[in-house]
């Protein structure tokens, strides 16, 4: 027993030695990255401190040399919060996204930029493009798609009328929960609040287990949370940070029809981004309506071996019964085989526009 309790003070008092190291290296990142930030104000009084593709390589070095026994993407995650907590030494990063508070585009927002973030909601789409086209923000976080429900459209329309670039992208695993208040009536629950795509993740589930329930569509998931604070007789489907803001109890967790359902979001600024090593690029291309169009804009893309990851097509505003694609695909738009794709697209389409090269999701 003796032995055991000695081992166990020996442990505890390399933790603590440990502790002491992380706290001194933190501390010394932390001055590390203000001395930067005098070194660029110096050089620009309008430096830009948050650089996406810097953030992105950093994340790929710690992952791929990190041997456990965290894992390497909880590995990063921490390094996500020091970098974070460091930048915001600098100036801190203001980011207006989809709101209320509370939804899933908060979370993604706090995932790519960290916990120290000034995260600011908006009530519509659009307005995530105002704020950062104004400057009011530096960025925004606007959902694009889900692997359940497909494509958001909304996202992709204010892309056509919007001069601003995609700086970054990242995609957040999504779990819906069902969730009640501490006065409500779990065995009464006739109503049930949730945005509708949610409703849509989860209908096999509903209809398995609350088939007679009402089920009443709502702005957001954050403000079907809000509405069960109210009522006895109702409950909500909403993620971990509404049951949190609003202070709700899980009844039943991950009620989602698909293990693997997951929501991509991208972040946008007024700035093009340098190759990280590992990039996409989005663009918006209008073809001219003819035979043998869509087959133009494609052919490149192959005879290059550029690897495209979505194709979306949307109604033009210019014309009825004309179309526009939305295309995303690996590679950095200076890269010379992909220079050499968008060379031979803008000759072929009636207008070219490139959304945005950016880093790959890492997290």
């Not at 073809?287 to 194709?311: C, K, S, V, W, Y």
Request: aromatic letters at 6%; proline letters at 4%.
């Amino acid at each position: 027993m003796a032995d055991t309790s000695n081992n166990l003070d020996e442990l505890r008092q390399r933790i603590d030695q440990l502790d002491d190291d992380i706290l001194r290296l933190i501390s010394e990142r932390a001055s590390c990255a203000q001395k930067v930030a005098h070194l660029k104000l110096a050089q620009d009084k309008d430096a830009v401190f948050y650089r996406p593709e810097r953030e992105a390589q950093v994340l790929r070095r710690i992952m791929a040399l990190n041997e456990g026994p965290l894992d390497a993407e909880e590995m990063a995650r921490l390094f996500r919060e020091i970098m974070s907590a460091c930048l915001a030494l600098e100036k801190p990063i203001k980011v207006s996204y989809l709101g209320p508070e509370g939804t899933f585009t908060q979370q993604a927002a706090l995932k790519h930029f960290g916990e120290s973030a000034i995260s600011l909601p908006m009530a519509a789409i659009d307005e995530v493009f105002r704020e950062v086209e104004a400057g009011a923000v530096n960025y925004g976080v606007v959902p694009v798609e889900n692997s359940t429900e497909g494509v958001v459209n909304h996202t992709l329309d204010t892309f056509m009328d919007s001069s601003i670039r995609i700086c970054g992208e990242v995609v957040l695993r999504i779990h819906h929960h069902l969730l009640v208040s501490e006065t409500t009536r779990r065995d009464k629950v006739s109503r049930i609040y949730s945005h509708p795509q949610s409703f849509a993740q989860c209908r096999k589930w509903l209809d398995a287990h609350y088939p007679h329930a009402e089920r009443v569509p709502v702005s957001s998931n954050a403000e079907a949370a809000k509405l069960v604070k109210t009522e006895w007789h109702s409950a909500a489907i909403a993620g971990d940070m509404a049951a949190k803001l609003y202070s709700l109890d899980h009844v039943a967790e991950k009620i989602e029809d698909r293990p693997d359902n997951s929501t991509r979001f991208l972040i946008i600024g007024n700035h093009d981004v340098p190759m990280s090593g590992e990039d996409k690029t989005s663009i918006v291309v209008a073809m001219r309506n003819q035979p043998g169009a869509l087959h133009d804009l494609l052919e490149p893309f192959h005879r290059h071996q550029i690897d495209m990851t979505r194709l979306e097509t949307r109604p033009s505003r210019t014309g009825v019964w004309n179309y526009v694609f939305f295309i995303d695909f690996k590679g950095h738009r200076d890269e010379p085989r992909v220079t050499a794709v968008l060379e031979e697209v803008q000759l072929r389409a009636a207008e070219l526009r490139v959304l945005g090269s950016y880093p790959q999701g890492v997290l």
